[in-house]
């Protein structure tokens, strides 16, 4: 089954410990990215992938690290996690294909940091 | 970046056709219009999209106006399983970014049985 899968699902955490939500997807996709959904906000992007090696910012990308070091993981990293990280994330992935550009994502991480 | 407004919230009756409206007035001419939708407690979920011409798949239809400043997501037939949030997206093509989606605050669709 074609998917895109997120661990963990639920995380509390304090202040400055490091996390790393994963993602990982099985459609061999080039590219991935990483949204936040905050009520009132909407989703928004924070970093994204072109391909393996290959990463740059999105819209929201202070405080948040990422690294694709092969093509089916794109795990996000929170070095210093801060209260404001608190929200709910998605990965996604689409092909590179102009024709298909349809985005699948996870079913989400949601992230406490307290 | 070009941007959407829906409507907060919309109501249907099961097994009638829903019209989900959307407005992109500042849409250029290369942007691609998306349509998303998020179940409740899960990850956005594709449902159709399109540049000028008006496109059918097995989930909905979109309609497309003429000047492209708006456009219309048809369920035909709204079942339970439909209630969501429904999302309109401008998607530029030419990009650095090609894939990257511009989201709306969404349409919340309730259906009542």
């Known amino acids: 089954e074609a998917q895109v899968t997120q661990n963990p699902r639920y995380l509390i955490t304090v202040t400055g410990k490091k996390l790393t939500v994963t993602c990982s997807q099985n459609?061999?996709?080039?590219?991935m990215s990483w949204y936040r959904q905050d009520p009132g906000l909407g989703l928004r992007q924070i970093y994204y992938?072109?391909?393996?090696?290959?990463?740059d910012k999105g819209d929201v990308p202070e405080g948040y690290k990422v690294s694709r070091k092969e093509k089916r993981n794109f795990p996000l990293i929170l070095e210093s996690p801060s209260p404001n990280q608190t929200s709910l994330y998605f990965c996604a992935s689409s092909p590179r294909d102009r024709r298909n550009t349809e985005a699948f994502f996870g079913q989400g991480t949601r992230l406490t940091v307290v | 970046d070009a941007k959407t407004t829906q409507p907060n919230s919309m109501e249907s009756n099961e097994e009638e056709p829903v019209h989900l409206p959307c407005n992109h007035s500042?849409?250029?001419?290369?942007?691609?219009i998306h349509w998303y939708r998020q179940l409740p407690s899960q990850g956005p979920e594709y449902v159709i999209h399109?540049?000028?011409?008006?496109v059918n798949n097995r989930m909905a239809s979109l309609a497309i106006a003429e000047d492209r400043k708006s456009s219309t997501l048809i369920l035909h037939r709204a079942t339970l399983r439909d209630a969501a949030v429904y999302y309109c997206?401008?998607?530029?093509?030419?990009?650095?970014?090609?894939?990257?989606?511009?989201w709306g605050l969404g349409t919340s669709l309730a259906v009542n049985p």
């Open positions: 500042t849409i250029s001419g290369t942007d691609y």
């Open positions: 992938s072109m391909n393996v090696e290959v990463t």
């Open positions: 399109g540049l000028t011409s008006n």
């Open positions: 459609m061999n996709h080039e590219y």
């Open positions: 997206i401008l998607r530029v093509p030419n990009a650095g970014n090609n894939r990257k989606l511009i």
